[in-house]
C-alpha cells in the first residue's frame, strides 16, 4: 500500500546515504539509556559534555578507542491512530475511477473529517546513527585529555498535507491537492575535543573543556502529491530521485565548551553547545516548475500550492543548547543516580522541537560474569512531549546494547504500539 512504501521508501533514501549528535538523534551507545553523567560507561560521554572526557578515559591510561563505538536507529510516530492505513485507504480511493455519486460523496464525506487531524499531528519520523570505526579516540597526557570523534547521523519525517476531497462526477473518481511531505536531513561530524583539570583540593576539582566540530549537513525535503504516484510506480525510485534534485549540501563550524566539578560522591556539570549556531540550508521546493515534466513537475506545483503551510526556501539552525547535568555515587563508586536537564528547547533538522529530561540509575558489577545495568527515564518538555524508558546492558566491560520505549502508544494495523523506540548497539576497547 502506498503510504507503507512511501514510509519504508523514506527509510531506504534516509540510511542508503553515507551520513550525529544534533538534536532529535539517537543517543550514542549507553548515552540512550545513561545520561552519561556517571562518566566511566563509555567513551561516548566525551561527546557529550567535552569536560567529560576527563572521565571517559581511566586516570592510569594513555589512550583509549571505540571499535564500533555505537550504531542505532528509531522511530516515532504522531498520537493519530492508523494514520498509515488511513492514508492508504485515501490513496485508494484515489485510484479508482468508477465511483457511483454516492461512493464518490461517502468518501468525500469520511475523508474530510479525518484530514484535518491526519495532516495536523500525524507523521512518521525514522532516524540513526552510527560512530565511525575506531571513534571516538581519547588520549590522556600530562597537558590534559585530547579526544578526536566522527560520527554520521541522518534523520526523516514524513506527513501530510491536507486539501479538500470532491467528487468528479464527469471522470467519475475523488479528487484532492493533498500530499506527502517529506523532510530529511544527514549530518556528519569530525570534532576535536580537549580537557584538563584547572582546580584541584583533596577530594573535589573543577574540570573543564571545549569541542571544536566540523560540520557537513545534507538536507531535502519535496512534496509528493498523492494523486500523482501510480499505482505501478516505484515509490522509492520517485523519492530518491527528487530527494538528490532538492538535496542541498553545506558546512558550517562551531564549539562546544563544558566544566564539571568533581567530588567524592557526587558530580555536578554544565555543557554549552553549538555556541555559533551554525546554518544550513534546505534545497529550494516549489520553483521553476515549468522547466520540470511528468511527477516532478507535478510535485513542484503541490508544493508551491502549500506554500502559505510550508517554507519552499528553509534553513535549518543548529539552535544554542545549555544542559545542566548531575550525579551521585554509592556502593564505593559501583552505583550512580545521574540526572540532566536542557535549559531551552531546540529545533532538529526536520523541525520539530526537542528539549530533554533525563534520570538514570546504574551499576557497574565489575565482573565479566555479570553485565553492568542501566536503566533510564527521560522526557521531551517541547515538542511530542513523549516520555519514555530504556534499559541498558554492557557485557565484559566492552559491549553495549541499550534499548529505549515510549510510555505513550498509538494504534497502527490495530494494535497498540509504542508512539517510539530506539536501540543502541556497540563495541569499544574497555579500560
Known amino acids: 500500500m502506498k503510504s507503507v512504501r512511501i514510509a519504508a ?43 567529560g572526557s576527563e572521565f571517559a578515559i581511566a586516570p592510569d591510561a594513555s589512550f583509549r578507542m571505540g571499535i564500533l563505538s555505537s550504531i542505532g536507529i528509531g522511530m516515532e510516530v504522531g498520537p493519530v491512530d492508523n494514520f498509515s492505513d488511513e492514508i492508504d485507504d485515501l490513496t485508494d480511493a484515489l485510484d479508482r ?42 588520549y590522556r597526557s600530562s597537558l590534559g585529555v585530547f579526544t578526536l570523534d566522527a560520527n554520521l547521523s541522518a534523520q526523516a519525517r514524513l506527513g501530510l498535507l491536507d486539501a479538500p476531497l470532491t467528487y468528479n462526477s464527469v471522470s467519475e473518481e475523488v479528487e484532492t491537492a493533498s500530499a506527502a511531505y517529506v523532510k530529511a536531513g544527514q549530518v556528519n561530524e569530525i570534532a576535536l575535543g580537549y580537557s584538563r583539570s584547572v582546580w584541584q583540593q583533596p577530594g573535589r576539582r573543577v574540570i573543564v573543556g571545549g569541542s571544536l566540530r566540523y560540520l557537513q549537513a545534507k538536507l531535502s525535503k519535496q512534496v ?81 500550492y502549500f506554500s502559505d503551510r510550508i517554507a519552499l526556501n528553509e534553513t535549518w539552525t543548529l539552535e544554542r543548547l545549555a544542559t545542566l547535568e548531575g550525579a551521585v555515587f554509592f556502593a564505593s563508586g559501583r552505583g550512580s543516580l545521574a540526572a540532566s536537564v536542557d535549559l531551552n528547547d531546540v529545533h532538529d533538522p526536520v523541525g520539530d522541537l526537542n528539549q530533554n529530561a533525563k534520570v538514570a540509575l546504574g551499576y557497574k558489577t565489575q565482573t565479566n560474569w555479570l553485565p553492568d545495568l542501566r536503566v533510564g527515564y527521560r522526557k521531551n518538555l517541547a515538542g511530542s512531549e513523549l516520555s519514555s524508558a530504556s534499559l541498558g546492558f554492557t557485557f565484559f566491560g566492552a559491549v553495549h546494547f541499550d534499548v529505549s520505549c515510549s510510555l505513550e502508544s498509538t494504534d497502527i494495523d490495530g494494535s497498540s504500539v509504542p508512539r517510539t523506540a530506539a536501540f543502541n548497539l556497540g563495541f569499544e576497547m574497555s579500560y
Open 97 to 138: 475511477d468508477d465511483l457511483t455519486l454516492s461512493e464518490g460523496n461517502a468518501l468525500v464525506e469520511r475523508f474530510n473529517a479525518i484530514l484535518d487531524p491526519l495532516s495536523r499531528a500525524g507523521y512518521v519520523k525514522v532516524h540513526g546513527g552510527v560512530q565511525v570505526p575506531l571513534f571516538p579516540m581519547l
Open 9 to 51: 521508501a523514506v527509510s531506504a533514501v534516509l540510511f542508503s546515504c553515507a551520513s550525529l549528535a544534533a538534536p532529535g538523534f539517537v543517543d550514542a551507545g549507553p548515552n540512550l539509556s545513561d545520561n552519561g553523567a556517571s562518566g566511566a560507561w563509555t567513551s561516548l560521554y566525551a561527546t557529550r559534555n567535552p569536560a
Open 224 to 304: 509528493v502529491a498523492l494523486e500523482s504516484i501510480e499505482d505501478d510506480e516505484d515509490v522509492q525510485d520517485v523519492l530518491e530521485d527528487s530527494y538528490d534534485a532538492n538535496e542541498r549540501k553545506s558546512s558550517n563550524v562551531t564549539v562546544d565548551i563544558g566544566a564539571i566539578y568533581d567530588a567524592d560522591n557526587y558530580r555536578v556539570g554544565v555543557t554549552l553547545a553549538n555556541l555559533t549556531e551554525p546554518d544550513f540550508e534546505y534545497g529550494a521546493i516549489g520553483a521553476n516548475c515549468e522547466l520540470l515534466s511528468g511527477s516532478a513537475q507535478y510535485n513542484c506545483f503541490s508544493a508551491a
